[in-house]
């Protein structure tokens, strides 16, 4: 199978702190491949680097035969690479309604913007009651619902979620991981990044263990489940 | 109470420019973070302008509106690629100082092209009035507040219902989401600065049948858009709207309640106060 | 990577002798220049650099070394200026009394404002000491019993110096007031010298660099902040006094308007802030400029090289290069803040830095 | 037992309406190394700020060697005996390496050679002496982290609190951090600890504070904690069997 994203020897630094070494890291098409890793693992600064809002020290980043690193931002979310954020990242004095509207700024998408809010509110219909609400105003679960549903706005091939699980409650969080897997079920390749292990990996096809910005582990998301790397990872049982 | 009723009238018809000037100023801040010390000289480079095209061609100041704004949108997109865009890193001191140098740099070019000497415009309406209830009201006043009124409703319509002009509120609310959307930021920057340019020199177009023009004149109109534009909280387009109408009005009642000279004095007191005790502005915080 | 050298092979600190004996050369040079440099306008020239310099040092003990951009100056400036002339010509108080009450004033107000506005950070520190000045010209143009409004302070002239009976100086020609200036123009720099070398001048940076780090070191903002703002609103102050006495006239036009404070700022940023040789490189570069566009002296020279007097080209110079030294000034920050943020001297040292090839080498800076 | 040296009691904290620290109590003896644990947003951070003066507490209260600390500034909390370093490393960049420290030792003395010895003695304890030339924004990162900690025991402090100290270390850095930090311990110096290698943490820490979304989740020996269910689930996600 070939892949749709793929990243190889990807090396990254904030000034002289250096926070990726050689990450390679594959997404083939149709599935959920997911990143754990503990804080500062470097899982943000991947997405961070695909979505070119940072740019690579060395290595290469393709994705569907274009070559990334000749891309600027916008260019990269008009291939259909949309990241939704970590922290929401709502347009705090935007409506709803608005906040869907920009995810559909990329002009190709821009035909299906009615179609898409449809299917937004169908996945969250709390959204459709709250389209006429500011942004800001709203609760960090509604926000999350929100950064999702504009992200799909855009028509994605390959959604990247940071940490989508961050700060919400237990219940919202088995919420959220269902819908990721109603989104992937609908065809959309997905690659998310996440805290919560045991959570992702449960939804992921495959997966990648970060630690201190080395890719440590890989393998099929049940298999690493049942690692005991893992535990020692997160907590140096 | 007539005179409070005129001079409050008057204040607000002025405050209308201020707000023009002072939207100009936040649109800039907004997108860019940069505080724009040649605002001022960018609205006197309007006035000079308009005195241009009314000298030289016979077009009305307000009418040559749609010649001047054009003409200053470009400027202003100009300054951000050539100038502004090399700086958004940089500490805000030296985003400031950069900004004051090309102010100096307007300025003065234009005292060497024209010399110092104060210029007037003087249409067949400048000294006409309006009389209505025992108030009167100044026709040109008049004339450039419905002017602003109905720009002030394009832009807002053009930045709450147009792709573009959300693109560049979502800029300023959050610049890597707006990336994240795929937003081209960069030219959301120079967009913003050519409008922020083009609405400063629009309100130098509207005032130059009412004030003298003369190249210094920009330095005065720079501190009332900060003025404005902290009163309203920094960024905030309605803020600006609202800072503007306070400022006028201030300026009004102060010029007959207390002097004419000192009436500067007190929106400038008000100006520290509001700095020091609501620094979100009046409205609290809010963003484009 | 430069070796280490062991502690008793390495200057002791604070006692720079060189850059020391530089300074009592320099200043001995000038002392005896009005002996055979007896042009009254190259005098004049001289005078004021040394302004340039006094204004400019001062500015640094707190844009510079503390990091508060104050683009307010001219409240100072200003407020020097006037209340000299003011007790001078009003009550008959000597210059040299009247200047202690002058800069008192100024300090105490400074300390004041400081208080109000030093919680203010960045942008809007900047933007309060605009209107504070701003409120302080404002007051001067409108306070007409006191201040005399627009039409400002024309001196009738200085009462003579006499100690013990004995003349000193009558202040009628430009050597009295070269001497003042040259006496402040060394105090500043020596206060300037004096704040580096002290535990000030390590919380004043401490300040410049982080205020949240040099808060958590047990630094007081406020109290630094303030002590850095007094020093350098008593010089300012001072520097406007001198201006006053020297041009004989103060009106709110020409000491306390925002153009004042603009220029006092940029002395420094020309030069390079928070060094002590900044200011002085600043002042030689803008003063000489300035008088030469506005002495003609680019214009004479430019139709000495061939350029037609009597042209259109010629004519439009003769009449317009003489006001063109703000227009210089503009494009000089602009040029300045892209390609050399650090002044001509951090441009220098760049260069310098380039050419022996030891570019990328974090060694210790002078200042 | 010996009496506290810092006493959290119940603390609050609120930005607008969220409580980013909510009804947190602990206290530290004399001598001991906290570690205070959480995932991303727990209010670790918000707690050392108002601990260390850079937000008065909502409610609740601080004290240091018994004395209340509530609303006194930074620069008076330092002054007292308590210092903090910053999870963002923050040098004075364009001042060198030992201005840096004098900078802190300044706290205690006016003299200016009498601080330039102490903040030697300091950059000998860190192990940076041979780079006090150097600019400090210079630096590499583990060199700055390292010069953060002499500049903050040039302040004297006898409780040192210490924000994601190790956060962007190599292994290598790390452990000389943790021995510099194991070295303090034995002069006597309390510390608390931000820190989210866990196993650094398990390590250093006499106790460990557990917060999660604001609340104390859990505290005791690094035993306990290791093996607490609640603990897990904060870690690793509701494992949901």
């Not at chain 1, 035909?111 to 389209?131: G, H, I, K, T």
């Not at chain 2, 419905?146 to 053009?158: C, E, N, Q, R, S």
């Not at chain 4, 400090?136 to 924000?163: H, M, N, S, Y």
Request: charged fraction near 15%; proline fraction near 4%; glycine fraction near 10%.
């Amino acid at each position: 199978m070939s892949s749709l994203l793929k990243l190889e020897k990807l090396s990254f630094s904030y000034g002289d702190l250096r926070v990726l070494w050689d990450v390679d890291l594959e997404v083939h098409p149709g599935e959920i491949v997911t990143v754990v890793g503990s804080n500062g693992a470097g899982k943000s600064t991947t997405l961070r680097n695909i979505s070119r809002l940072v740019k690579p020290e060395a290595g290469t980043l393709t994705f569907d035969g274009h070559d990334l690193t000749r891309l600027e931002s916008h260019q990269v979310v008009g291939l259909g690479v949309i990241q939704v954020p970590e922290g929401r990242r709502i347009f705090p004095e935007m409506t709803v309604l608005e906040n869907l509207r920009m995810g559909s700024y990329v002009k190709a998408t821009r035909a299906d913007r009615e179609r898409n809010v449809a299917r937004a509110f169908s996945l969250f219909p709390r959204l459709e009651e709250r389209q006429k609400q500011l942004g800001g105003t709203m609760s960090g679960g509604e926000q999350q619902m929100l950064a999702i549903a504009r992200g799909l706005m855009g028509n994605p091939r390959l959604l990247l979620l940071d940490e989508p699980s961050l700060g919400l409650s237990p219940l919202f969080v088995k919420n959220i991981f269902d819908i990721i897997k109603e989104i992937n079920r609908q065809g959309v390749t997905i690659l998310l990044v996440e805290q919560n292990v045991f959570q992702s990996l449960r939804i992921a096809h495959r997966a990648y263990v970060l630690e201190t910005g080395r890719v440590v582990l890989t393998g099929a998301g049940e298999q690493l489940l049942k690692d005991d790397h893992i535990k020692k990872a997160y907590l140096g049982m | 109470m007539i005179i409070f009723v005129q001079s409050l009238l008057s204040g607000i018809l002025v405050g209308g420019v201020y707000a023009l000037i002072g939207i100009g100023l936040t649109i800039i801040f907004g997108v860019m973070r940069v505080i724009n010390f040649a605002h001022g000289d960018l609205l006197m480079l309007g006035m000079y302008l308009t005195y241009f095209f009314f000298a030289s061609m016979g077009i009305d100041p307000f009418l040559s509106i749609v010649l001047t704004a054009p003409v200053m949108f470009v400027l202003g997109a100009f300054l951000q690629k050539v100038f502004i865009n090399r700086v958004l890193n940089a500490l805000p001191q030296n985003q400031i100082l950069l900004t004051i140098g090309l102010g100096l740099v307007m300025s003065n070019t234009v005292m060497l092209l024209f010399t110092s000497d104060y210029r007037i415009l003087t249409t067949s309406y400048s000294s006409s009035a309006l009389h209505v209830a025992g108030i009167s009201i100044s026709t040109p006043l008049l004339l450039s507040f419905a002017i602003t009124v109905a720009i002030t409703a394009f832009l807002y319509w053009f930045l709450l219902k147009t792709d573009t002009g959300q693109a560049i509120r979502a800029t300023a609310q959050d610049r890597d989401a707006a990336q994240l959307m795929g937003i081209d930021v960069k030219r959301m920057s120079v967009l913003a600065t050519g409008m922020g340019t083009a609405l400063a020199a629009t309100a130098g177009a509207l005032i130059s049948p009412t004030y003298y023009i003369f190249p210094q004149v920009g330095s005065s109109f720079t501190l009332k858009a900060f003025v404005v534009v902290v009163l309203g909280g920094m960024g905030s387009i309605v803020g600006a709207t609202l800072g503007g109408v306070v400022v006028g009005a201030t300026e009004s009642l102060a010029a007959v309640y207390i002097s004419s000279g000192l009436k500067e004095l007190v929106v400038f007191v008000l100006f520290l106060l509001v700095l020091l005790f609501r620094p979100a502005g009046l409205l609290g915080k809010s963003r484009m | 990577m430069r070796p280490a050298l062991p502690p008793m092979l390495r200057a002791p600190r604070g006692a720079a002798v060189l850059p020391l004996l530089l300074f009592a050369a320099a200043l001995a040079a000038l002392g005896f220049l009005p002996l055979w440099m007896t042009s009254p306008y190259a005098l004049h020239v001289m005078v004021l650099i040394f302004l340039a310099v006094i204004q400019g040092e001062s500015w640094n003990v707190l844009g510079g070394y503390t990091g508060q951009y104050s683009v307010g100056h001219a409240a100072y400036f200003g407020i020097g200026a006037y209340a000299t002339m003011m007790l001078l010509q009003y009550h008959h108080l000597a210059p040299w009394w009247g200047v202690w009450v002058s800069v008192a004033v100024a300090v105490g107000l400074g300390v004041v404002i400081g208080s109000i506005t030093f919680r203010l950070r960045g942008p809007y520190f900047v933007l309060a000491s605009i209107a504070v000045a701003e409120i302080i010209r404002l007051i001067a143009l409108n306070w007409t019993d006191v201040t005399n409004g627009a039409e400002g302070i024309l001196l009738s002239d200085i009462p003579p110096l006499t100690i013990g009976g004995r003349l000193i100086t009558d202040f009628m020609s430009k050597v009295p007031f070269y001497y003042v200036g040259l006496a402040l123009a060394a105090m500043t720099i020596a206060v300037n010298w004096g704040v580096q070398h002290s535990k000030l001048g390590y919380y004043f940076q401490a300040i410049r660099e982080d205020q949240d780090a040099a808060h958590s070191l047990g630094i007081s903002l406020t109290f630094y902040k303030n002590v850095a703002l007094a020093i350098s609103a008593f010089f300012t102050a001072a520097s406007g006094a001198f201006y006053a006495l020297y041009v004989g006239f103060v009106d709110p036009s020409t000491v306390l308007t925002v153009d004042t404070s603009v220029q006092i700022v940029l002395i420094c940023i020309i030069g390079g802030i928070g060094t002590i040789l900044g200011p002085v490189v600043g002042a030689l570069v803008l003063v000489p400029l300035s008088e030469a566009l506005r002495s003609n002296v680019i214009a004479d020279g430019l139709f000495q090289l061939g350029v037609s007097e009597n042209s259109r080209t010629g004519q439009f110079l003769k009449e317009n290069l003489a006001h063109a030294h703000v227009l210089i000034y503009g494009v000089l920050v602009v040029v300045v803040i892209l390609f050399m943020p650090e002044g001509v001297l951090g441009f220098v040292k760049g260069l310098r830095r380039r050419f022996a090839g030891k570019a990328a080498l974090p060694a210790k800076g002078e200042a | 037992m010996a009496a506290p040296i810092l006493e959290i009691d119940r603390v609050y904290k609120f930005f607008g309406g969220l409580a980013a620290n909510a009804d947190v109590s602990f206290s530290m003896e004399p001598g001991t190394i906290l570690g205070l644990i959480g995932p991303n947003g727990a209010g670790k951070t918000t707690l050392f700020n108002c601990i260390t003066g850079y937000y008065p507490p909502s409610r609740g209260e601080v004290r240091f060697e018994g004395r209340r600390m509530n609303g006194l500034q930074p620069d008076k909390v330092c002054k007292l005996g308590m210092a903090r370093t910053w999870q963002k490393v923050r040098p004075l960049a364009k001042m060198t390496v030992l201005d840096n420290v004098m900078v802190g030792a300044l706290a205690r003395t006016n003299s200016l050679r009498e601080a330039r010895r102490a903040a030697l003695e300091q950059l000998h304890v860190v192990r940076l002496e041979h780079k006090e030339d150097h600019l400090a924004g210079g630096l590499p990162i583990g060199e700055r982290k390292k010069l953060e900690v002499a500049r903050v025991l040039a302040t004297q402090p006898r409780l040192l609190l210490l924000d994601e100290i190790m956060g962007g270390l190599n292994p290598a850095e790390s452990e000389e951090i943790i021995q510099l930090i194991l070295e303090l311990k034995k002069t006597g110096r309390t510390q608390m600890v931000i820190e989210h290698d866990m196993k650094a943490i398990m390590r250093i820490s006499d106790r460990i504070v557990v917060l999660n979304s604001g609340e104390k989740l859990a505290e005791g020996l690094p035993a306990e904690i290791v093996n607490n269910k609640d603990v897990i689930t904060a870690y690793l996600g509701d494992s949901l069997e």
